[in-house]
């Protein structure tokens, strides 16, 4: 049984459990490998990739691309995917390249892929999410074990995943960092989607702090009128709970809720305690 991964791991962990079946390193052309379905990182940055493609090209590749076999005589990637990119991008598909060859299933190769790619380059908060999301859901674990997974809290976990909820717009503007993860949990309290991308579209400008945004979230919610009875009602307790401060000469608290309510009465010491009990019993 391979051990757990999580992101208290090096790679090398992650990579070289002896209890994982390993062919020794060996070399294959890029166009035998295919990527990962279950890659967190939806969007990889050209940039990057074009960095890693010339360095690739001065050096070569030093380190090889995991992948494990399939059935239709293909290989897929593992970890490695930004390099198998890079290598594309040069033109070398008949190329052979180092790789490690291991034995995984499914739901290995997604843990694998989630834990490396959060161990090499941090993916983006809703790349993130939605790996962890596809996990719990492929795989049916909970987020208790997804946490011991990757090595974050159930509450990280689950605050990531909240995510999810924001709108498509929004979740492409989380992605591309024009919305921080801050601004976003802000914006998860706005029921009105219209109104809430409009309020992204602010933070996106530099309209808007995450301490802003905030004030603005908590005056666009609809505060109930109180109904004219409720008003008066409340007026009535707080009149008796004055007459009865100033008539028992002590601290008095009414509150009334719900067809019931309380009466709270401050004393000092015993005599006093015998003095209110005489008062309401009636006793001289």
């Known amino acids: 049984m391979a051990k757990k991964l ?9 990579f070289g459990d002896n209890s994982v079946s390993i062919q020794p390193k060996q070399t294959l052309r890029i166009l035998d490998m295919e990527p990962n ?22 050096f070569g590749l030093l380190q ?14 593992i970890a490695g995917e ?24 499914d739901f290995q190769t997604a843990q694998i892929a989630l834990v490396e790619n959060m161990l090499r380059e ?5 790349d993130e999410a939605q790996a962890y999301n596809e996990l719990i859901e492929q795989y049916d674990i909970t987020q208790e074990r997804l946490s011991e997974i990757v090595g974050k809290s159930r509450a990280s976990i689950t605050n990531a995943i909240r995510l999810l909820k924001l709108p498509d717009e929004v979740l492409d503007m989380v992605r591309d960092g024009d919305v921080s993860v801050g601004a976003a949990k802000v914006l998860l309290g706005v029921e009105d989607e219209e109104l809430l991308i409009t309020l992204a ?8 702090t995450v301490r802003q945004l905030e004030k603005a979230v908590s005056a666009a919610k609809p505060k109930a009128p109180k109904k004219e009875n409720e008003a ?12 009865l401060r100033d008539s028992l000469q002590r601290k008095v608290q009414v509150s009334y ?6 009466l709270t009465l401050e004393f000092y010491n015993e005599e006093d305690l015998g003095a209110i009990a005489k008062l309401l019993t009636k006793e001289n």
């Open 64 to 77: 090889p691309i995991i992948v494990r076999p399939l059935d239709n005589g293909m290989y897929q990637i």
């Open 232 to 243: 008066k009602v409340g007026t009535y307790y707080k009149e008796m709970e004055i007459a």
């Open 201 to 208: 579209k602010q933070v996106k400008s530099g309209a808007f």
């Open 6 to 14: 999580s992101l208290g791991s090096g790679l090398d962990d992650l």
């Open 122 to 126: 941090n993916l983006n908060p809703i």
């Open 257 to 262: 809720s719900d067809g019931k309510g309380k």
């Open 82 to 105: 930004r390099r198998w990119r890079a290598c594309r991008m040069l033109g070398w598909t008949d190329r052979e390249v180092p790789v490690i060859i291991q034995e995984h299933d």
């Open 37 to 58: 379905k279950s890659q967190p990182r939806k969007e990889f940055n050209e940039d990057k990739i074009r960095e890693l493609a010339d360095s690739i090209n001065e």
